[in-house]
């Protein structure tokens, strides 16, 4: 069974720092793309960054410069360093693994982060 599991989650001041954790069991995580997006209310889901299993990375517009996206396959987790923390980048965020060339995605449940004073 996979379980995609969010962490690192909470409120937080402007101009503040959190780091997320995707912890992953159940798949073959070394094989698997991971990713993370974001929603907040009335808005889209958005791209935040993602990670191929070859580490290269590509970060959405809104965060670039402020975020950081890594991986540990020893661990089968990955992460979300987010710094400079702005009212905006408040949201539910989604890790997501994928495993490229084929219909394999899993999503995990999210964690909601805040960006107040």
């Known amino acids: 069974q996979v379980h995609i599991v969010e962490s690192g989650g909470g409120l937080v001041q402007p101009g503040g720092s959190l780091r997320l954790s995707c912890a992953t069991s159940g798949i073959m995580f070394s094989m698997y793309a991971m990713g993370w997006y974001r929603q907040a209310p009335g808005k889209q889901c958005e791209l935040v960054a993602m990670i191929s299993r070859s580490g290269r990375i590509n970060y959405g517009d809104s965060v670039s410069g402020r975020f950081t996206v890594s991986r540990d396959n020893a661990k089968n987790t990955a992460y979300l360093q987010m710094n400079s923390l702005k009212p905006e980048d408040t949201a539910v965020y989604y890790c997501?693994?994928?495993?490229?060339?084929?219909?394999?995605?899993?999503w995990g449940q999210g964690t909601q982060v805040t960006v107040s004073s």
């Open positions: 997501n693994a994928m495993k490229p060339a084929s219909s394999a995605t899993y």
